[in-house]
Nanobody, 124 residues
Framework: QVQLVESGGGLVQAGGSLRLSCAAS????????MGWFRQAPGKEGEFVAAITWSGNRTYYGDLVKGRFTISRDNAKNTVYLQMNSLKPEDTAVYYC?????????????????WGQGTQVTVSS
């Protein structure tokens, strides 16, 4: 059983940056592909980014491509989401997720474990 705990959310002005972290415990972190998703009030959950277990491949949602960067440190059992050039429409609760295996997926249903989320609010 893997436990995921996100941190790093907060309030930032448009154009600013935040770095989210997701610390994993209870499993072999390096055997999990990791993803970030977000959900804004009244909207469907949205894929943000994913990274393979080795970190050699990443994939991004169209709305964040070029602004967000996902990375991981397997020695620290942590995955990160660096968010730059933030926009008010990036406001959401951000969740990290883990999937046992090497491949990355954009579908939420493909992930086995989820964190409780961290709120990101971008003011205009």
């Amino acid at each position: 059983q893997v436990q995921l705990v996100e941190s790093g959310g907060g309030l930032v002005q448009a154009g600013g940056s935040l770095r989210l972290s997701c610390a994993a415990s209870g499993g072999t972190f390096s055997s999990y592909a990791m993803g970030w998703f977000r959900q804004a009030p009244g909207k469907e959950g949205e894929f943000v980014a994913a990274i393979t277990w080795s970190g050699n491949r990443t994939y991004y949602g169209d709305l964040v491509k070029g602004r967000f960067t996902i990375s991981r440190d397997n020695a620290k059992n942590t995955v990160y989401l660096q968010m730059n050039s933030l926009k008010p429409e990036d406001t959401a609760v951000y969740y990290c997720a883990a999937r046992n295996g090497p491949k990355i997926y954009v579908l939420r249903g493909r992930y086995d474990y989820w964190g409780q989320g961290t709120q990101v609010t971008v003011s205009s």
